[in-house]
T-cell receptor, first 114, second 112 residues
Framework: GAGVSQSPSNKVTEKGKDVELRCDPISGHTALYWYRQSLGQGLEFLIYFQGNSAPDKSGLPSDRFSAERTGGSVSTLTIQRTQQEDSAVYLC????????????FGPGTRLTVT | GENVEQHPSTLSVQEGDSAVIKCTYSDSASNYFPWYKQELGKRPQLIIDIRSNVGEKKDQRIAVTLNKTAKHFSLHITETQPEDSAVYFCAAKGGSNYKLTFGKGTLLTVNP
């Protein structure tokens, strides 16, 4: 079946602009995760959704970052007033539910803030 | 919170040799340890995982070992091939039971 998809694959934006990144999880997966991967670094947890609820937003780096999930499926990560340090690859993953360990990743969105 | 250290950061081997990557974790409640392979510009792919009730798991040329007492786990790749070249990440899932904490990755290069 179809894997996790993300759009856009690449986004170049000017400092100060807002951006929206989209994640479409594997059909039927109720748990959804956002991670950030900076150059040469591991993956940094941002936020987790179970259904439409986000029990843990502790990984969001600042209040410029927000995320929502509607219909228990698609999720959007929004970054307001982007800064150059926001440049990274933003990866989304999904798992069948919270109790299932395996997480499957999307291809990521490469964000470049100029 | 959980902290995962991964070594080495780069590893170069000759085709046919074995490669070993090691990770340590800090949260004794962690119970799930996956390994991901990420080729350049691609998504991380889950290649093998181990749970805390198991000491070793093998899948063809790949094996993972876990030492819960010492809080470390390792990835072993035997008979390496050029297509094994990639960045490998270890991760641990702790008591929170949902998020993965990743190591910083190991760039493995297999020279033909």
């Amino acid at each position: 079946g179809a894997g996790v998809s993300q759009s856009p694959s690449n986004k170049v934006t000017e400092k100060g602009k807002d951006v929206e990144l989209r994640c479409d999880p594997i059909s039927g997966h109720t748990a959804l995760y956002w991670y950030r991967q900076s150059l040469g670094q591991g993956l940094e947890f941002l936020i987790y959704f179970q259904g439409n609820s986000a029990p843990d937003k502790s990984g969001l780096p600042s209040d410029r970052f927000s995320a929502e999930r509607t219909g228990g499926s698609v999720s959007t990560l929004t970054i307001q007033r982007t800064q150059q340090e926001d440049s990274a690859v933003y990866l989304c993953a999904s798992s069948l539910n919270k109790g299932v360990d395996e997480q499957y990743f999307g291809p990521g969105t490469r964000l470049t803030v100029t | 919170g959980e902290n995962v250290e991964q070594h080495p950061s780069t590893l170069s081997v000759q085709e046919g040799d074995s490669a070993v990557i090691k990770c340590t974790y800090s949260d004794s409640a962690s119970n799930y340890f996956p390994w991901y392979k990420q080729e350049l510009g691609k998504r991380p792919q889950l290649i093998i995982d181990i749970r805390s009730n198991v000491g070793e798991k093998k899948d063809q040329r790949i094996a993972v070992t876990l030492n819960k007492t010492a809080k470390h786990f390792s990835l072993h790749i035997t008979e390496t091939q050029p297509e094994d070249s990639a960045v490998y990440f270890c991760a641990a899932k702790g008591g929170s039971n949902y998020k993965l904490t990743f190591g910083k990755g190991t760039l493995l290069t297999v020279n033909p």
